[in-house]
């Protein structure tokens, strides 16, 4: 059942409209628990275009399985994704710091309003991302410390890789799941693959980890995967490496491997001169969970980010 949750009006006679997907059994008792699945937030990171696809796939194949409500939100910021620009077009805005918006403010206000005003109350809300087209990321939850006590029992059943506790300093404010982790629905953030791409292997590893986030809910009757078991960090195990040097990056190692202390990452190199400027090198033991993906870098480009493990286990 296609809604629309908010419609504003355009110049050129045109409306920004954002819509949703509504999958419920069909006879409701009023007690159904709901997820909503979020994404299309920036308008290059189209992950989780295929994530909500392939989770009405595998519903449409048994659907008397569906014994909940599930939500799913492809694009809140349609126009982005139809322009490939991270923002709202013409408006120059990022929309993820215009939550929890204002029903009497802007076009993009309002609409950030009415989204949240949407998707509050759910039992558990996915926030999809994918990295921007600069790095690939491996399939993680990103968490606030001050929601660490109600967000990592749920993030480690989504079968994701990594859980990133992070710092209360980093948290932007007017962000989507920021919004409506302060109010008490509470959003688990997903960052994977990279920007303007789709990655299906990470797709559908977060799709199993949904369902089962679902069947533990009671959305789902159906069978589901036993989660991996992820790495869980915070900031202080986590090292960055950047570029020195303006040049081309050329990696001499995998994404999402182990790396030791000293270990050469890769090499930023000079077309014009043929000569290497710089070899980046590993500062400690650990995995490589950010690995730069374009290679064009300028100096202090983000090359990578290394969780530091030193045969610490998960």
Known sequence: MIQTIASAPLPAAENYVVKKQRLQPEHLSGNEKRISIVTGIHGDELEGQYVCYEIQRRINESPGM?????????????????????????????????????????????????????????????????SNIFLREIPQVRINEMCEETLVPFAKRLNVDYIWVHGAATVLEATFAHSLNTIGTPVLVVEMGVGMRVTKEYCKELVDGIFVEMKDLGIWQGEVI????????????????????????????????????????????????????????SDCDGILFTLREYPVVSEGSLIGRILERNGKQG
């Open 226 to 281: 036993e989660p991996k078991e992820p790495i869980i960090s915070t900031d202080g195990e986590v090292h960055y490496l950047n570029a020195g040097f303006a040049g081309v990056f050329i990696p001499t190692v995998e994404h999402w491997t182990s790396v030791k202390k000293g270990e050469k990452i890769g090499e930023i190199i000079h077309p014009l001169e043929g000569v290497i400027m710089e070899e980046v090198f």
């Open 66 to 130: 569906l014994t909940g409500i599930i939500d799913l939100y492809p694009a809140l910021n349609p126009l982005g994704i139809d322009s490939i620009t991270r923002g709202i077009p013409h408006f120059d805005l990022d929309m993820n710091r215009t939550f929890p918006g204002n029903s009497e403010g802007s076009m993009a206000e309002y609409v950030a309003s009415k989204i949240i005003e949407d998707v509050q109350g759910s039992d558990l809300c996915i926030d999809i991302h994918a």
